[in-house]
């Protein structure tokens, strides 16, 4: 435990009620005191994600009434740690993804979160590339890894790949030997094809579902109607995963009818999803691609940039 100064304040970024990114204001807080298997961050850059939009404007999903700060994705250094940690000391320079969805607080400059959410930052990432990993190659990781089991010669259909989640889904299943079949609009084609996708598909212009037959898994993150249409591209007892974790059709019994399977997934902060990606990201084979960076007092920017979904890869806001 290291002494921590109770008095002692921060600059965040906080609302006060819900709305578009003008609601977002600069404040002065209290630092978080780290608890027990806690550990204080000094946060250098904070990674945003479609969640940070959806929490700052849209009531009843995952957070209580404001005011909150929002923010997952951290990269920073242990300014101090809480009783019983043993996995870091103050001064070791981290990255993680605060428990998902309660554990917020990353858009600010220091943030307090478990532990065992955090993995050492690999040393060929600055830490704006590091604040850009963790929700969403978490989420590719797991959704491809832990849920599907991606193996190699296996071919998948990737939603969305030139996003923040499709643009590491890319990037894992060509480290784990898959054949990868991405969609996007044309502009970010050679993009994709320079991250390792084997095909990739404009579905503005081309009927997914009429295009690719035979996948053995499928990521989606567009819609319901974009998962049922998909079905029809896996093999008998494929998989696919989707990211809309609530949705307004019956996913299982469509996809039982059809000899497939299909599970509706949320991100969870997880060690060892971190220590993999940590792993591929020092055998080259994972890099984030940054759509922007803002200081943490421009992040109403981020937000409206981040508003349009339509941003290839990560939007990421600075802590000097
Ligand atoms: N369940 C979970 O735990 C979890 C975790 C992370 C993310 N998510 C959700 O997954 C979704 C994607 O997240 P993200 O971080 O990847 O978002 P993002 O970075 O904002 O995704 C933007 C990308 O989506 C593409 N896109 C939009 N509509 C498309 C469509 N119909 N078909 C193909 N591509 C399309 C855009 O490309 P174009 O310009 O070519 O359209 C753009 O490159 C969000 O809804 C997010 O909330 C869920």
Redesign the pocket.
Known sequence: MTEIDSAATMRAISQHVLGGPEVLTEVQLPQPVPGPGQILVRVRAAGL???DW?HRAIPGLFLPEPPFVLGWDVSGEVAAVGIGVTLFRPGDEVFGMLPYPGGHGACAEYTVGPARAFARKPAVLDHVQAAAIP??AL?AWQALVDVAALGPGQRVLI??A?????HFAVQIAKARGAYVIG???AP?HAFLHGIGADEVID?RSTDVAEAVSAVDVVLD??DDD?SVRSLRTLRPGGRLVT?R?MGPRDLATEADALGVRAVR???EHDRAGMAALAGLVEAGTLRPTIAGTFPLSEAAKAHAL?DT????GKLVLTVP
């Open positions: 994600n479609p969640t959806f929700l969403a989420t939603h969305a030139a996003g923040g989640v499709g969609t996007a609009s970010y579905y993150s567009v974009n990211l974790a997934m949320l991100v981040g979904g339509r941003t290839v």
